[in-house]
């Protein structure tokens, strides 16, 4: 054989190993008769109903985790370990919260069956949960992902809420995503908060224009301003879902009221306004099925794959230590 085709072959057989082995197949019921006749999957979910009942809004804490957990490096728990230039610090992930509530999941999976459950299953299956608790629909998740070893804030290439439609569904469609599916999983935002600094341009000075922004109801101008004052220092939590009713129930309100020009982020606003998304907006607004569809949504999110080689860590927060 000749040289070069010597090392085509040796560069096709690297290529093949390390191809090989990315994809550790994801299954429903992964975890049944992993962890002795322990149900995992009912473990964490009466962890999630405990954990509710005193807080609801772990929902939005969660789906939110889970966004930023999948769209970076897949869904390996990378958004949850500490250190100083590790995801959680980069700018996007301000304000995420929820990591309390894996420790406490992983606390307990640990102490009946150490080594077995991943963080980022326990990401996925509680957020699963907190969906279902918050009147979103039960959908059923696959597990089996490993917990992955990297964690750069450099990594981080979540999109912003400035961002026009064709932007967001670019930066969606790198990852496999759908426009159809990002309107979908945008509905997300049928719960939680925002912050004053993330709108303030659009009550004030949209496109350094000294105005709001038009496509903005002037009554809920003159509601967020009292909210979001001007020269304000204090940084006030304002809810993405503006129907006071549903602010806590994952529905799809979230769509009606941005056809009433009472989106909150800029880029909720313009699903109600660009062509591109329009019309898969207004369909949302009416379905009766939104549930179903963000199910589906949520377990295409949980597909995106971490890098290998990954582990189960033993805490949720670091990479376990080499042996
Ligand atoms: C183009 C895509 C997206 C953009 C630009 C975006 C942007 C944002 C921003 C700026 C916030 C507010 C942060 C703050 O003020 O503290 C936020 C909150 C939130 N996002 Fe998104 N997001 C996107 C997609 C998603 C997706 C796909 C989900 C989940 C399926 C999601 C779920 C949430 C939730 C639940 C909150 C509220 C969190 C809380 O109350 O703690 N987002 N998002
Ligand atoms: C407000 O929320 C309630 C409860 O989820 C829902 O029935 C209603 O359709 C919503 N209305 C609007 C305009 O968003
Ligand atoms: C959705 O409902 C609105 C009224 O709430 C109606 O004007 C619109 O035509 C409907 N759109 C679709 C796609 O069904
Ligand atoms: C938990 C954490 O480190 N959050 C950081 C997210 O990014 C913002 C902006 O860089 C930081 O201020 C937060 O401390």
Redesign the pocket.
Same mark, same amino acid.
């Not at 719960?191 to 912050?195: A, E, K, P």
């Given at each position: 054989m000749s040289r070069g085709g010597r090392l085509a072959l040796a560069l096709g057989l690297v290529l093949s190993t390390l191809a090989a082995p990315c994809f550790a197949a994801l299954q429903v019921g992964y975890y049944k008769n992993k962890c002795g006749l322990v149900d995992v999957e009912s473990v964490v979910s009466t962890i999630m109903a405990s954990r509710f009942a005193k807080d609801p809004?772990i929902v939005?804490?969660l789906?939110?985790l889970q966004?930023h957990d999948c769209f970076v490096m897949g869904c390996d728990a990378s958004i949850l370990i500490d250190g100083t230039s590790a995801e959680k610090t980069a700018g996007p992930n301000?304000?995420v919260?929820g990591y309390d509530i894996i420790d406490a999941v992983k606390a307990v999976v640990e102490a009946i069956c150490p080594g077995v459950v991943s963080c980022a299953d326990i990401i996925v299956m509680a957020t699963r949960d907190a969906v279902a608790l918050a009147k979103g629909g039960k959908y059923s998740v696959q597990s089996g992902r490993l917990d992955g070893k990297v964690s750069l804030a450099q990594n981080v290439n979540l999109?912003?809420?400035s %961002?026009t439609v064709s932007q967001?569904a670019a930066a969606f469609a790198q990852k496999g995503f759908t426009i159809s599916d990002m309107v979908v999983?945008?509905g997300?935002?049928t719960?939680?908060?925002?912050?004053c600094s993330?709108i303030q341009d659009r009550l004030y000075n949209f496109n350094g224009l000294g105005k709001p922004d038009p496509t903005m109801d002037p009554k809920l101008v003159a509601a967020l301003r009292l909210r979001c004052p001007k020269f304000s220092t204090v940084n006030n939590p304002v809810n993405?879902d503006q129907n006071a009713s549903s602010a806590l129930i994952v529905d799809n309100s979230f769509y009606k009221q941005i056809f009433l020009r009472r989106g909150i982020?800029q880029?909720d606003q313009e699903l109600a306004v660009d062509k591109l998304s329009k019309s898969l907006a207004m369909t949302l607004a009416n379905a009766t099925d939104f549930s179903a569809q963000f199910g589906r949504a %949520?377990v295409k999110l949980g597909t995106l794959q971490g890098r290998l080689p990954g582990e189960v860590r033993k805490s949720c927060r670091a990479v376990n230590k080499p042996r």
């Open positions: 809004s939005a804490a789906l939110r966004f301000f304000s919260r999109p912003g809420s %961002m967001a999983l945008l997300g935002h719960v939680g908060v925002t912050h993330f993405l982020l880029i %949520m």
